[in-house]
């Protein structure tokens, strides 16, 4: 074959594979804000010795390191021990815009036999709807995996109602219940939370 003939014959092949090749996916990058409860001076429910700051800090360092997909963008309000009003929250995730923001805290209660984890998503809230979309299917992923989940209820908190962004507060448990507390204490526990977070977030899409 010669050189020009061969040389069309290449540029009719790709041509045509130019119209039969179906076009990559565009997989969709998908930003999230995390915002771990409390922090510093405001240690948040604090029983022997055990605080609901630290348990969120140490939950957000496994979503970190368990995170290895590159299409999902994680920032935190804060990833150190520190106190950060809830204005300054709200102004780091109305800049950032993401496309959820989760916000992790524990729970307390009188009664000692509460337990489970619960979601919280604002009726005031821009975003409610698409809110309660994703607290539904983070409550049905959770669920599926034996947890026990609670209805999603409504609660007017600060970074519900001032996100400008789909928002719901994750509370992991009750500290004032033997088991959850031991669960929520445990690392092998947390990597499973952990990990189950990413599996919610891998559905945002
Ligand atoms: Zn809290």
């Known amino acids: 074959m010669k050189n020009t003939s061969f040389l069309l014959l ?7 594979f130019a119209f039969v090749m179906p ?22 429910v604090s029983i022997d010795g055990t605080t609901e700051k630290k348990i969120t800090e140490q939950l957000i360092t496994k979503i970190q390191a368990f995170n290895k997909n590159k ?21 780091f995730i109305n800049t950032i ?17 509460k337990s489970g984890i619960e979601f919280y998503v604002s009726k005031e809230s821009k975003s409610y709807e698409k809110s309660n979309l994703i607290a539904e ?24 109602k ?6 719901i507060i994750m509370e992991l448990g009750y500290l004032t219940n033997k088991d959850d507390k031991k669960n929520l204490e445990n ?9 189950k977070i990413i599996e919610c977030f891998e559905e945002l899409n």
Not at 99 to 107: E, I
Not at 162 to 167: R, T
């Open 23 to 44: 076009k990559a996916t565009v997989i969709k990058q998908i930003n999230v804000v995390i915002d771990a409860g409390h922090g510093g001076s405001d240690t948040g």
């Open 71 to 91: 299409n999902i963008v994680i920032h935190f309000t804060r990833s150190t021990d520190k106190f950060i009003p809830l204005d300054d929250r709200t102004t």
């Open 162 to 167: 001032k996100s400008e962004v789909p928002a």
């Open 187 to 195: 690392s092998m526990e947390q990597n499973q939370i952990a990990k």
């Open 97 to 113: 815009k993401p496309d959820l923001v989760l916000s992790l805290h524990v729970n307390s209660s009188s009664n000692t036999n």
């Open 137 to 160: 299917s983070f409550q049905s992923k959770f669920a599926n995996s034996n947890y026990k989940v609670a209805e999603i209820k409504n609660a007017n908190f600060y970074i519900l």
């Open 10 to 16: 290449v540029f009719a092949t790709l041509v045509s």
